[in-house]
């Protein structure tokens, strides 16, 4: 993409997420610039992301990550997890836009880990740590259950399964955030009670349209109202095969 188009392109995603009420620091863009540079760099090695355009990766992976930060019941600082964080959405994006926050992504293919590692550090993010590992094993290790703020997820699993990956990380007081599609009443409502069993309560749901037709999303925002029972999250594997109900 041209230095023109992908100026233009930076000046609308910046316009729309200040529309949100998410503002963010010239330094802040010249990072993401880099990001999406060794994203498109080391896809070509490893299948990070199905979407590399310019357009697809300043719309769906940092406007879709950052619009987060826009709504009142998500803090602004504190301790953050992203799991399955995959090229680091919404987690790495979050980390360099708050550098204030402390960030663990958590990914269980090595490949990714290695990428996460390598873009951090060159852009200097300190308060990152990357690790390689399942959500079902570090949900129940000490210094990581009930010891984050905020916990995150894009991952493509049912919201009954994303509940019992992320409630286990988040201390009482702080929530869960999964990014799902346009229609996830019924599949919230199903939901519901798994949500409940693991210590949490359903507080927000925001929808928001992305542009040119590349679709709706829901932000699901759950609070932590108290602590996960200690058979949660179950072993690896599980919560996908047994959904809570």
């Known amino acids: 993409m041209a230095d023109g188009s992908r100026g233009e392109l930076v000046r609308q995603v910046q316009e729309a997420l200040e529309a949100q009420g998410v503002m963010l620091e010239t330094e802040v863009w010249r990072g993401l610039e880099v990001y999406d540079r060794r994203l498109v760099e080391r896809n070509r090695e490893v299948n990070l992301t199905a979407v590399t355009d310019a357009e697809g990766v300043y719309w769906k992976h940092f406007y879709d990550s950052l619009v987060v930060l826009g709504f009142p019941e998500v803090p602004q600082a504190g301790s953050l997890v992203d799991v399955g964080t995959g090229a680091g959405f919404p987690g790495l994006v979050l980390a360099l836009a708050r550098p204030d926050f402390s960030v663990s992504l958590l990914d269980a293919l090595r490949k990714r880990v290695w990428f996460l590692e390598e873009v951090s550090g060159e852009l200097g993010l300190t308060r990152v740590r990357v690790v ?114």
């Open 132 to 245: 390689h590992g399942r959500a079902e094993e570090y949900g129940r290790r000490p210094g990581w259950r009930e010891s984050f703020d905020i916990a995150t997820a894009r991952a493509v699993a049912e919201m009954s399964v994303l509940a019992e990956l992320l409630l286990p990380f988040v201390r009482v007081g702080g929530v869960a955030v999964a990014w799902k599609g346009p229609d996830v009443k019924e599949e919230l409502e199903g939901a519901r009670g798994a949500i409940r069993r693991l210590g949490g309560e359903v507080e927000a749901v925001h929808m928001y349209e992305l542009p040119h037709g590349m679709g709706g999303r829901s932000l699901v925002i759950v609070r932590k109202i108290s602590a996960t029972p200690k058979e949660y999250p179950r072993r690896p594997g599980v919560p996908e095969k047994r959904p809570l109900t």
